[in-house]
């Protein structure tokens, strides 16, 4: 696949001011998941938020990590930071489409001891072993107590990660799947936070599945033919795909000729068959449909016929 001609705007963080900086890092590192947090006070006082610097980072123990940022702004610490300090549990929302705007709404920066539940008209549901409520619209709910909180510096924008360890979780009925092994990422229906007022949403046509390489040694780009590798219609996905197979599942000469009697290939070999160089388009092309198509060998019998 040849590689297109680029150019590239180059930065040095320290070179900018943080408010300059802040949107190209949280504009291209996206999507992110989106920690929607309940915490509370000393004193009891609830207070939830949304935090987009966030993920999963180990299943056993299980541990969700969070960051509220120092704002760029004024360098003023976020209330949920303050909470985990004095009661050191937090409950992490999961956001769903339906949730969004208020969820959203929820970030107002409202004074402290102000309970965005109240303000998002959300609902409390009592978590049954952390004392910070669960939000009983979200989808899916982590109870944890926070293991850590660790300072990434001083500084307008400075991270303070949040180290929490899950010790009951909650998963809405209708998002499971049929057996109940795992989430429906159709029914789930996430959002996303990308840059400004940006967000994306996890379902529908956006939604595509890549098979897993640790399930099996592909055998890699390198070992394709150079026909393939060099090819002006193929993409880098694509070779991507062809290259994730094992070495045992390629076809035999046997069954590729065996594919040609295939309607759409023997309609190709027949019309194109004194003109090489489309002939070779034409496969290239039928073997893309396959790969779009799921069906991987036979894209792999379609390239190999020419």
């Not at 969004?100 to 409202?110: G, I």
């Not at 000469?253 to 594919?259: L, T």
């Amino acid at each position: 696949m040849p590689i297109p001609e680029r150019t590239f705007h180059s930065l040095t963080p320290s070179d900018l001011k943080p408010s300059e900086w802040h949107p190209f890092m949280v504009g291209a590192v996206a999507p992110r998941p989106v920690a929607f947090a309940s915490t509370i006070d000393a004193e009891g006082r609830v207070n939830l938020s949304p935090y987009s610097f966030f993920n999963a980072f180990s299943s056993n123990p299980p541990i969700l990590v969070f960051s509220p940022a120092n704002r760029v702004r004024d360098n003023t610490q976020k209330h949920t930071l303050q909470n985990v300090r004095e009661v050191p549990e937090v409950v992490i929302n999961i956001c769903d489409f339906a949730l969004v705007e208020q969820m959203s709404l929820a970030s107002t920066e409202y004074g402290k001891g102000v309970n965005e539940f109240t303000k998002a008209g959300l609902t409390e549901l009592a978590s049954e072993l952390v004392r910070p409520p669960r939000v009983a619209e979200a989808p899916a709910a982590f109870e944890c107590v926070v293991e850590q909180v660790i300072e990434l510096g001083q500084n307008n924008g400075a991270g303070n990660l949040i180290v929490c360890r899950v010790v009951r979780a909650h998963f809405r009925q209708d998002i499971l799947l049929p057996d109940a092994t795992g989430i429906d990422p159709f029914k789930l229906d996430a959002v996303a936070r990308l840059g400004g007022d940006w967000y994306c949403r996890a379902s529908g046509a956006s939604l595509f599945e890549v098979p897993k390489p640790n399930r099996h040694i592909g055998i890699g780009i390198d070992q394709l033919p150079e026909f393939l590798r060099n090819s002006d219609v193929l993409t880098g996905n694509e070779l991507g795909r062809l290259a994730n197979i094992e070495r045992t599942a390629l076809p035999t000469p046997e069954q590729i000729q065996e594919f040609q009697t295939e309607p759409m290939v023997a309609y190709l070999l027949n019309k194109y068959r004194d003109d090489a160089p489309e002939l070779k388009q034409q496969l290239l092309q039928l073997g893309r449909q396959f790969l779009a198509e799921g069906r991987l060998v036979d894209a792999w019998k379609t390239l190999l016929s020419n």
